[in-house]
């Protein structure tokens, strides 16, 4: 019979846009920070947990393992397994799921699981540079784009997909950009009311001119209701997604204990849900708005 899942110490840091208040802090340290917290949320000691699942898109340069790298960092013994999962945005649920599963078998009893990512950090790479050019241009490729951001498969942005799914489903700018800005007015209510206090995880950014403690997110301060509507479209003319209304570039990182009830029990500790399922869906890559 599979085990009872539940879900406990839910954490993560404040998200921070591209290239802004959290650029100089590494994936792994925040990864470290927030696995540190989840743990002691929690109320569970670093050698309860059995193994991290982290999910990471944009591995180029971060070193080997990103989960594991996190995990050490947050203090978890090295007798801790940590696996690193890639299903690009669904990277993270994905680690949950694993994790979720591990735990219903019988082959883990607790596991923490999350996904970390620096968009900010994420290098250029130079192909063929290994081989040598023996003349000719070469070309410097972003790995955010290449690797995060570009369906390999039709060879377009993934905005043009975006794009795409409004199209197909009827769904005009305005009602994209209503959505949008109602969804910013809720989390500016929500930061201002403290809703997030109790997940949030301050971090530290130390810079020549001193400390600085990052405790809310940094996208929804610029947000500007007059212009929004105005914003021109990202990807074509005719296209719905702008600047505003689209996932915007980010730093930052979730985590959460995932447990199994008996574990759980003996432990002490609260669970805040229960796993109840899950599912796992496919289809053409251009459609992965409705398939992540």
């Known amino acids: ?8 110490g839910v954490s993560r840091t404040p998200l921070g846009v ?33 193994e ?4 990471n898109v944009i591995g180029a340069g971060l070193g080997q393992n990103i989960a594991r790298q996190a995990a050490l960092g947050a203090g978890l013994p090295v007798t801790c397994g940590a696996t690193t999962i890639n299903k690009v945005c669904g990277s993270a649920m994905r680690a949950i799921i694993i994790g979720s599963q591990a735990i219903q078998c019988g082959d883990l009893d607790l596991v923490v699981a999350g996904g970390t990512e620096s968009m900010t950090n994420t290098p250029y790479l130079l192909p063929k540079a290994r081989r040598g050019y023996r003349m000719g241009h ?3 490729l972003d790995a955010m784009i290449q690797d995060g951001l ?3 498969y039709n060879n377009v942005h993934m905005g043009v997909c975006g794009d795409q799914c409004a199209k197909e489903f009827n769904i005009s700018r305005r009602e994209i950009d209503d959505y949008a800005i109602e969804s910013f007015k809720r989390v500016l209510a929500a930061q201002a ?11 530290e950014v130390k810079s020549r001119t001193g400390t600085t403690i990052v405790d809310h997110d940094e996208e929804p301060t610029k947000f500007d209701e007059s212009k929004f509507r105005s914003l021109k479209p990202a990807f074509g003319p005719e296209g719905t997604v702008t600047a505003g209304n689209a996932s915007g570039l980010s730093d930052g990182v979730a985590a959460m204990i995932v447990v199994s009830e008996e574990r759980a029990r003996t432990l002490g ?10 599912a796992n869906v496919a289809m053409e890559p251009t459609k992965f708005t409705v398939a992540p």
């Open 52 to 55: 991290v699942y982290f999910g």
């Open 150 to 152: 570009w369906d390999i």
């Open 193 to 203: 009311a403290g809703r997030f206090a109790n997940v949030l995880v301050p971090i």
């Open 269 to 278: 500790i609260k669970p805040l849900a229960r796993i109840l399922g899950h």
């Open 18 to 50: 591209f290239n802004g208040v959290l650029a100089d802090v590494s994936a792994a340290e925040l990864g470290a920070a927030v696995i540190k917290a989840a743990v002691a949320r929690a109320k569970v000691n670093p050698s309860d947990v059995d």
């Open 138 to 140: 070469g070309q410097v």
């Open 1 to 8: 019979m599979l085990k009872n899942v539940y879900l406990a």
